[in-house]
């Protein structure tokens, strides 16, 4: 039976492997896990606006860009009904199953992959097992297509498990560009939940290792200001210009020299920066995109503030104005003690786990933490669970792979915890 | 006859007009201006490697980019002939009459156009009267056009005279990316020259307004400049980064801050700027597009020595590399009284003429500097002549025409200047 | 007779030359300056607060400073009327002569001195002609001793002549500062003005030479900025500092970085800084004494709206304020050419005049100009006259010495072009 | 007896308190040392240049500095032979128990006061008690009179006890700049030391409070900066001026931007600045005063080499020069948590004792990390103590001072974990 279920298991992941969405446009993904959902049989099943909250999402893309992937799904082979329930970005799904008296138990993955080309070598297991990303130029090189099959995983052994109480499965949208935790956490699905697990595959450990709660999220605000000032010809009248790309270079130096804090890390990046028109003109409009974290949600804060002071300042003293949009948001969340320990101990009685870590830095960001913050809020516990798995190349590289034996490794670690709360 | 010769002057202009073409790509125009130089009947004729100094030639486009425009311009009629000789760029025309003892006088005439969209109103006559550009996203809006079209008109004018003495009308290809005057004067057709005329339509001042001798050139050097660093998680591994947008940020602010010069007036402008890929990496790349300026050629020296020490010191203060090249480049250059006085002498007697001003600024820069600069070297003297136009729209607008009016004006005046100087 | 004129020149030029006293604190001199004027006899003679408005005046040293220096005077022999009149930095006179019906001419010169150690050495005729300073550490080193001894030499002449009106001479306190021009400006006196000569010695024209119109005067405003934060240990706790060295260095560096202008020169410098008390300490209070000057008024201003912004901006980007005053300013001006012309006439026939110019450039700042400025809103003309002198050090430098036969020269050309006004 | 020995402790620490000497010039405060030492009796007794190594001291004054407090303690009756063995500023002592077989164990307490003014108010003991500074302007004001002290009572003490071993106690000089430690250490005293326990009185914590291993030193290095340029004026000749203004501000700006550290906190500082003589003037010297720290010794090391780079390369930019030099450096440490253990379980015992942490992090630097990273690196162990003490003011404040209860409890704690060493 093992055997079957991980034949089965493999199968879902190399068809959502062959087919990565990026954020807000995982229709076909949708469709495939809804499909799935139907076949475990589940006792409630939400899709489109009744997963997540509209106004709380980030970092949508604009209608043209979800039609076309929306077209491709249906070319692809998607269900009409799942389509049409997500029009506009409105993908993910949200299963729950109800088994008496019991805790309510969540466990949260997530599914968009990456803009990343996939590897077309020999070396790379889904190119030459021909389950490589038919959508070129885009990659699950994050894991998120093993991710969401253990979802489906874990799903199917609650199910058939003595597990009691209320068991809620997310599979959350958008979680690469840190804007889909939010919309999630505020549709309140979560707010009933007495424990939230979250997981995550990789992140440098071998199979068979776990990590029972994931601490080191550092909180995060990816931001995109646009300077706008006004051009002017550069030899003739350079000073009847006012200019965005000089705000935009004073921004940026000052922003790097936001005073470090005595309270814990914090972090601050330019990554993007475009303006001007021509050699000799005066730049008239500029963009950053940009992005402050902290080792906890206030220290992410106090950068935020910071550089949003840092920012203006830099437009008003070069004559500009400043738009500043933030794209993407997370807190920083830590894992509770008690609940991860149920998680360690569980590992211990799981074929295939050969090594079990307490806790372990994650050194970014992750939006799950707007699910534990949110679920802590509310009374509950929460924990991150990591999920080695061999994996050639790194996260966000284009030779990523996990090795499939960990997806077998992760439900049974996963579900037996679960098992183990309702006791 | 005089009608004639306008009307012959309008058509060519008008052809030129419906077929502008950026520089390094005047494939078509300089076919349409042989054929012309054979109808008019010249001594020598040289096109193609024979009219430049190949490895003085700046900012020339890619392969793909130069045959893209040959063949567009094969499709539109040019002379297979003419883009043979011109292919890989080697666009323009030198023309030589030869009438007996006197002395050695030439005239240049730009060719190029620029990357801009024409408007298409009832208020802008090429689109009304059917001669609007027919390279969607380029237009004559400087009028080089009108410029080739008298540099043809004189050239038949002085034929037709009792100029005695040689005359040579070069039609110098672009101009507008200051990349073309350094490679006509390092070819050495020059060189001989005793008296240099130059000369451009409009600046602002109306048909009927001739320019004996326009100073106030501005010195001039273009670069591009390429921060290089190293990419890294700016959440993890922030340190591991070396910032090509800091060393880009720094290099910018710090190019503005060159000090200001107690010899004149001086310029920079970073112009065009781009880094970075993803908001979370720490940049490892990023461009600059900028120039300095000069009311002289030390000036701008100077301020290109400062601006080279600028860029390599941000650099290397980020642990960046930096390879800077030199896009355009262009001296600063004065306008002989002399042979200003002959314009302006001679601009008296021709009909039309209702305004001579002996000099005024041209407040910009102009790749003729180079060629004004050889010939005073070599002994001879030159001088920049401006030929008022009346002109709807500004210089390098979308609504940028000329009063065709002025084209026997500009002719009138140029060769009657140029037969005085065999007297 | 001319050899007594000539031997009392000298003699009140060495007498102000040995007691140099800075800006607002010309006690002694003015104290001198009084004794001549009654020698000679004048209509009416304004002393104390009857010279300037008060308000106006700007660079005012603090009581102690100025009580010090009253204190040395009168133990150096000044007056008790004049020091009394003089008390609180009100120093400087304005004598009339009132000659019947004619113009309002007026001569203004200043008579303030520098902070710079006075050359002690052979080849400094001071020194070893016994007339150097004994302010140590004060020093006329700009010719202001001669300055006042040709207004002298100018009155008495004037009274002595046939000119017919009126003739007011200034004595101007602390041109050096920029501080003494605007508040004798306001005071009204040169209200009715109808010429006025401001005069220079020196400015690198040997003895024999005069400018009959300096111009090129670039306005100027200096200021003192103060950057307030808030201190806070720099390794226990960075971000709790507001740090008021981070506002002042990005103030200086968007200082120089501030545009140039197409309409003409424009300066700007950061001269003096001060920040900081402890390697460890976060800044929490720093100082910036800078200028920004202009080709025209204007110019001027406009810098120093944007040098306004610019630090208002800094310090609102680092979280501290600035408090930033004017110390010091002053308009451009332009000499009349009319004006100008009589006293280039007038030079021509005095004995010694070996080289006249028209005009010739200041490149540097005088408060002169705000009479100038003032006495042509009124309707009046006005010249700023260049006397030249051979002078071994430079301006402003220990060495810096007069050649007493340009006294003469001065007293003869200024007298002559005032008796020619009233012709 | 115990009263008797308070007794002597407390009078010791006032004696020393009222006599307060910076880094280098303790040289009343080592005659002192040197009179207890004696009276107490000791095995071997290093002073003056047998002490440190004179080639590894840091931040020592000039000659002058130095005799000035020289002369100063001979008044006060400083003994002459101490005196005369500490010319040069070779202050400090170090003390040798030989006791028989055992280990080599050393204490390390430092004895240098700061330039802070002390309180003069009713609250201050130091004042109303009659111990307050006699030297105006200095201040044990983080009560290395205290540490002092305690080194002498546990010399005592441990002179006293069954300890079996050899015994060192150094008086180290010059903490406050972090410029004696490294000194200490390069002597080799230390060298075959098996445990080295230092101690500091208070840090926030009470009095019976003791933190047996202190963790959480910063590295760090102090630096100055001398950027040299070329003064010019500002007016006239903006550019023929090398601004070292322009360097410094670019310097500032850059040092507080290097990138954050993915391994661990770290910290920079411009502390103190200073640059130019006035405003018209564009500035040829600018200094800076700076420090950068680390979470670890590699930390500080990587921020030290940034930080040159930034400097030498904003000199650069500019055209100008920079000297840096080190001003004093100390690397982090960590302390053996066997030896920490000790120390915790003979706090156990002593009486007055009321709290016992294991660790806690000191978040500053301090220079006994030299001793101790030089002992472990020999193979011995390390650690520092925190004993707690009522503190009226922080640390480095006008009213700090400590509760002298105290000094016993540091004693008896200390001397009881050494005398535990043996067995």
């Not at 030459?128 to 994050?142: K, V």
């Not at 799903?155 to 499965?169: I, N």
């Not at 935009?248 to 936001?258: G, R, S």
């Amino acid at each position: 039976m093992n055997e079957a279920r991980q034949e089965r298991l493999r199968s879902v992941r190399r068809d959502l492997h062959s087919y990565p969405e990026p954020a807000w446009r995982e229709f076909y993904t949708t469709s495939r896990i809804v499909d799935e959902l139907e076949r475990i049989g589940v006792d409630q099943l939400y899709t489109g606006r009744d997963v997540v909250d509209g106004n709380a999402r980030m970092a949508v893309p604009d209608d043209d860009e979800l039609e076309d992937w929306q077209r491709k799904a249906r070319e692809a082979g998607a269900r009409g009904d799942v389509l049409e329930g997500a029009a506009g970005g409105f993908t993910g799904a949200l299963a729950v199953l109800e088994q008496g008296k019991g805790p309510t138990v969540a466990l949260r993955v997530d599914i968009d992959a990456l803009p990343i080309t996939e590897a077309d070598s020999v070396a790379h297991a889904p190119s030459t097992e021909g389950f490589r990303s038919t959508n070129e130029g885009y990659m699950h090189a994050c894991g998120h297509d093993a991710h969401a099959t253990i979802g489906l995983g874990v799903l199917e052994a609650v199910k058939k498990s003595d597990f009691r109480g209320t068991f809620k499965v997310v599979f959350q949208p958008a979680e690469e560009v840190i804007g889909g935790g939010k919309a999630v956490g505020e549709s309140g699905h979560l707010d009933d939940v007495d424990h939230l697990l979250a997981i995550h595959i990789g992140l440098d450990h071998p199979t068979g290792e776990i990590v029972a709660g994931v601490g080191g999220f550092l909180a995060v605000r990816q931001f995109e200001a646009t300077f706008s000032g006004e051009t002017a010809h550069a030899g003739g009248h350079p000073a009847q210009g006012r200019d965005a790309v000089q705000a935009l270079a004073t921004a940026v130096q000052n922003l790097h020299a936001i005073r470090r804090h005595g309270d814990g890390a914090t972090r601050v990046n330019a990554g993007v920066v475009e303006g001007g028109t021509a050699t000799n003109i005066v730049p008239g409009e500029a963009t950053l995109e940009g992005e402050v974290r902290g080792e906890t949600t206030p220290l992410k804060e106090c950068m935020s503030e910071r550089a949003d002071t840092v920012m203006s300042s830099a437009a008003e003293m070069h004559d500009c104005e400043v738009a500043i949009e933030t794209t993407a948001e997370a807190p920083s969340a830590v894992s509770d003690d008690a609940l991860a320990d149920v998680v360690y101990d569980a590992a211990d009685s799981v074929s295939g786990v050969t090594s079990r870590l307490r806790t372990d830095d994650l050194g970014g960001s992750e939006d799950a933490t707007y699910l534990m913050d949110r679920v802590q809020d509310h009374g509950g516990t929460a924990t991150f669970v990591g999920i080695g798995t061999d994996h050639p190349g790194g996260h966000h590289t284009p030779t990523f792979d996990v090795d499939e034996d960990s997806l077998t490794i992760g439900v049974d670690v996963v579900s037996e915890a679960i098992r183990q709360l309702s006791k």
